[in-house]
């Protein structure tokens, strides 16, 4: 009996030392420092606007900060391949969105590959952008627009948060669906954009609900429809471009959370975990809902696949409307 009660002690004694070996060797839990977001925008960009009301409570919920850090420029591809080249430990994550997705057309000078250089984590948000104009356009509607872009081809400008972004795409295909030439005039993301849109340097826009509805509301400038399938909360007066004269027009912009592609599946896992309690969260729903914003919650395979879709969608836009990089 003594010496059962020795061997079995003795295997205890070794299963507990195996145990410990196994966690020394795997390390401590995820995360044990500071985790950095890189953001492609400018501060006051929709993207910004929304990381600034992710990452505090992502961070609350993950038991480290998380740090958000603008690196604006290349529609967001500067950011990107940051990230890329970062260690692939879940340290340094990326706030991805729809213009990764057009860029990996649009620019043949990108030194990396969206969908196989950066891994899905989680997806965050979706929002419609609005066509706004100037007043001083005279036009009421989309099919004023219309009839004046085809009364004066290449004389009215519409502004964009950049090159690849959705706004561009969003006047491109619109240019395409309707007929017409509206010149595009690219800028560093939306707050500037925006500032010469209520200068009248540029007329029309595809803006963020997010940076204009506080002009619309001011009268400043003017919103003729919003460009999502269904109208949206943040201003539901309005109709969608496709009710208005171009159906089947459709265009958003998404947000999602990227990392390296080599990051642990256990740490990808967890970030996605957390992210979707985030967003569950009723005091940031109200947040991103004022804003015009809506949560987008997906897995890593299921934002996987939404990019691979989204990536062929604005590719066969490029192609079709010989959209290109100015």
Same mark, same amino acid.
């Given at each position: 009996?003594?010496?059962?009660? =020795?061997? /079995?002690? @003795? *295997? #205890?004694?070794?299963?507990?030392? &195996?145990?410990?070996?196994? %966690?020394?060797?795997? !390390?401590?839990?995820?995360?044990?420092?500071?985790?950095?977001?890189?953001?492609?925008?400018?501060?006051?960009?929709?993207?910004?606007?929304?990381?600034?009301?992710?990452?505090?409570?992502?961070?609350?919920?993950?038991?480290?900060?998380?740090?958000?850090?603008?690196?604006?420029?290349?529609?967001?591809?500067?950011?990107?391949?940051?990230?890329?080249?970062?260690?692939?430990?879940?340290?340094?994550?990326?706030?991805?969105?729809?213009?990764?997705?057009?860029?990996?057309?649009?620019?043949?000078?990108?030194?990396?590959?969206?969908?196989?250089?950066?891994?899905?984590?989680?997806?965050?948000?979706?929002?419609?952008?609005?066509?706004?104009?100037?007043?001083?356009?005279?036009?009421?509607?989309? =099919?004023? /627009?219309? @009839? *004046? #872009?085809?009364?004066?081809?290449? &004389?009215?400008?519409?502004? %964009?948060?950049?090159? !690849?972004?959705?706004?561009?795409?969003?006047?491109?295909?619109?240019?395409?669906?309707?007929?017409?030439?509206?010149?595009?005039?690219?800028?560093?993301?939306?707050?500037?954009?925006?500032?010469?849109?209520?200068?009248?340097?540029?007329?029309?826009?595809?803006?963020?609900?997010?940076?204009?509805?506080?002009?619309?509301?001011?009268?400043?400038?003017?919103?003729?429809?919003?460009?999502?399938?269904?109208?949206?909360?943040?201003?539901?007066?309005?109709?969608?471009?496709?009710?208005?004269?171009?159906?089947?027009?459709?265009?958003?912009?998404?947000?999602?959370?990227?990392?390296?592609?080599?990051?642990?599946?256990?740490?990808?896992?967890?970030?996605?975990?957390?992210?979707?309690?985030?967003? =569950?969260?009723?005091?940031?729903? #109200?947040?991103?809902?004022?804003?015009?914003?809506?949560?987008?919650?997906?897995?890593?395979?299921?934002?996987?696949?939404?990019?691979?879709?989204?990536?062929?969608?604005?590719?066969?836009?490029?192609?079709?409307?010989?959209?290109?990089?100015?």
């Amino acid at each position: 009996m003594k010496m059962a009660k =020795a061997v /079995l002690a @003795a *295997a #205890a004694l070794g299963l507990a030392g &195996a145990a410990c070996a196994q %966690s020394a060797a795997s !390390g401590p839990a995820y995360p044990v420092k500071a985790i950095k977001l890189l953001i492609g925008f400018p501060p006051g960009s929709a993207a910004d606007v929304v990381a600034r009301i992710v990452s505090p409570r992502l961070g609350e919920t993950l038991g480290q900060p998380l740090i958000a850090e603008n690196r604006a420029g290349a529609s967001s591809s500067i950011a990107a391949e940051a990230v890329v080249r970062s260690p692939a430990d879940g340290y340094v994550l990326f706030f991805g969105s729809v213009a990764n997705a057009i860029n990996a057309s649009l620019n043949k000078d990108l030194t990396f590959d969206f969908t196989k250089d950066l891994a899905p984590v989680a997806g965050l948000t979706t929002m419609s952008n609005l066509l706004v104009v100037h007043p001083s356009l005279g036009v009421r509607s989309v =099919a004023e /627009l219309i @009839a *004046a #872009a085809k009364a004066k081809p290449d &004389a009215i400008l519409y502004g %964009s948060s950049g090159n !690849g972004t959705s706004p561009h795409l969003s006047g491109e295909l619109f240019n395409l669906m309707a007929g017409v030439k509206m010149v595009h005039i690219p800028y560093k993301g939306s707050p500037q954009a925006v500032t010469d849109l209520l200068a009248g340097r540029v007329q029309v826009m595809f803006s963020p609900a997010s940076t204009v509805l506080a002009h619309i509301k001011a009268g400043k400038l003017r919103a003729l429809a919003s460009t999502g399938a269904q109208r949206t909360a943040a201003a539901p007066e309005l109709p969608t471009v496709s009710e208005s004269g171009l159906p089947g027009f459709e265009t958003s912009i998404w947000f999602g959370l990227f990392a390296p592609a080599a990051t642990p599946r256990d740490v990808i896992d967890r970030i996605a975990r957390e992210t979707a309690r985030v967003l =569950a969260a009723p005091d940031v729903r #109200a947040q991103l809902a004022r804003q015009g914003v809506d949560p987008m919650p997906k897995t890593p395979e299921q934002l996987g696949e939404y990019v691979r879709d989204e990536v062929d969608k604005w590719g066969q836009v490029v192609r079709n409307s010989g959209a290109r990089v100015d």
